[in-house]
């Protein structure tokens, strides 16, 4: 039913084409084939991820140079959107990870070192883990506690108890931040990039939540030791700004738009189903339905505008640090998990019954508890407060062509 939903639900699909887009589309067959299963066991999607290894997708953001394909941030947030619809927890997974290739991608500088964690990472299809919250700072990721220690011969170490590390115990590698130094401020950060082979973990918290199961977001103490050339020679706060957050907001946002697309599909097909069996009349939760599509293209339209405007300026430092920006980027992420948890709970009102269930053809149940999460993630609440300041000093628009 997974698959055949997914098929009939085409009409959603956005931009990628060609080989990239035949080669999303049979990653998202095998997503949809054991979603049901990874939600109900919560257990990581080892066949996705094996298939998103197989088809070569974890490295298409890295340049050509390094052994990538040098796709766009648009053409990842199609691939995160088909995989939204198929299964949430595989498209989130993918979704952090491309944050985290961004991140290392866009500001590696001249680090031999990080170089040569990209080219493996597209030779061998290494999949990335993301840690940035830690002990008592919970979300707030522009705040850590463990310092980077440096030692001779050009090495470091760190010891950081991760209170969320998604999917860690199934990565090859994990991007991190740190304190600089241990005599350094909580907000003066850096990122570092570490393969298997340079860190362990021990497990501090399982992972048994209401949706998004299978991205098994454990707590763990991460130990490591590397190579000094790992830490990205960038601050965390420049890298913060101008790629972590535009690639977590769009990107997370696509697979959120994945799941109201998923779940209207589906509502799509029940209310198709109700009318064939009525001789063509409309279930009473057809008005439902209005009301999802529409939510849908508002979020679709919505995200599409804040990718073209990154695209045009993720390159210009002083278009990237402006209040404008900033502020659309950062809200972008609020509006889009609003307005995709809305459009599930109207496919969920469209579905009536048949959508409550969880053992129909027409079930919403894991749709909606997945996309619960989108306000949980870096909390909505947080992120509106934090923007209070500096919202007052923008001003209103007084046309529409402002």
């Not at 299963?37 to 070569?56: M, Y």
């Not at 509006?335 to 969920?348: G, K, N």
């Not at 129909?360 to 300041?389: E, H, K, Q």
Request: hydrophobic residues 40%; neutral net charge.
């Amino acid at each position: 039913m997974e698959a055949q939903l997914l098929a009939e639900g085409r009409n959603f699909a956005t931009a990628i084409t060609g080989d990239l887009k035949a080669r999303a589309e049979r990653v998202a067959q095998v997503a949809a084939e054991h979603a049901a299963s990874v939600d109900s066991a919560g257990r990581f999607p080892q066949e996705a991820v094996a298939a998103l290894k197989a088809e070569r997708l974890l490295g298409i953001f890295v340049p050509k140079s390094l052994g990538g394909e040098g796709v766009s941030i648009s053409d990842l947030a199609d691939v995160c959107f088909l995989l939204g619809q198929s299964c949430s927890s595989t498209g989130m997974i993918y979704a952090m990870h491309q944050v985290k290739v961004g991140c290392v991608t866009r500001h590696r500088g001249e680090s031999v070192a990080l170089e040569r964690l990209l080219r493996s990472l597209c030779a061998e299809q290494l999949l990335l883990a993301s840690s940035t919250t830690e002990g008592q700072a919970g979300g707030n990721i522009r705040s850590s506690e463990a310092p980077v220690e440096r030692h001779d011969g050009g090495r470091i170490s760190l010891e950081r108890k991760a209170s969320v590390i998604s999917y860690g115990a199934h990565s090859d590698g994990v991007v991190t931040t740190a304190r600089r130094a241990a005599d350094a401020a909580p907000s003066d950060q850096v990122l570092i990039a570490l393969l298997k082979s340079d860190y362990t973990l021990t497990h501090l918290q399982g992972w048994n939540a209401l949706g998004m199961r299978g991205t098994c977001s454990e707590g763990f103490t991460l130990k490591a030791q590397a190579d000094a050339g790992q830490v990205l020679p960038e601050p965390y706060e420049v890298i913060h700004s101008r790629t972590m957050v535009p690639f977590a907001h769009l990107l997370w946002g696509s697979v959120w738009t994945g799941i109201a697309a998923g779940a209207t599909q589906r509502a799509q097909a029940f209310i198709r189903t109700a009318m064939r069996h009525a001789n063509g009349q409309l279930p009473p939760g057809a008005p439902q339905f209005t009301k999802a599509l529409t939510t849908l293209r508002t979020l679709r339209s919505m995200l599409a505008t804040s990718l073209r405007r990154y695209e045009a300026c993720m390159n210009d430092p002083k278009a990237l640090a402006a209040l404008d920006f900033q502020t659309l980027i950062t809200l972008t992420k609020v509006e889009a998990s609003e307005l995709a948890a809305s459009t599930v709970m109207s496919a969920m009102r469209a579905c009536g019954l048949s959508g409550y269930r969880n053992d129909g053809d027409y079930s919403i149940g894991r749709y909606l508890r997945d996309v619960l999460s989108s306000p949980i993630m870096i909390n909505n609440d947080r992120i509106l407060a934090n923007l209070a300041s500096s919202a007052l000093m923008s001003p209103i628009p007084r046309f529409l062509s402002e």
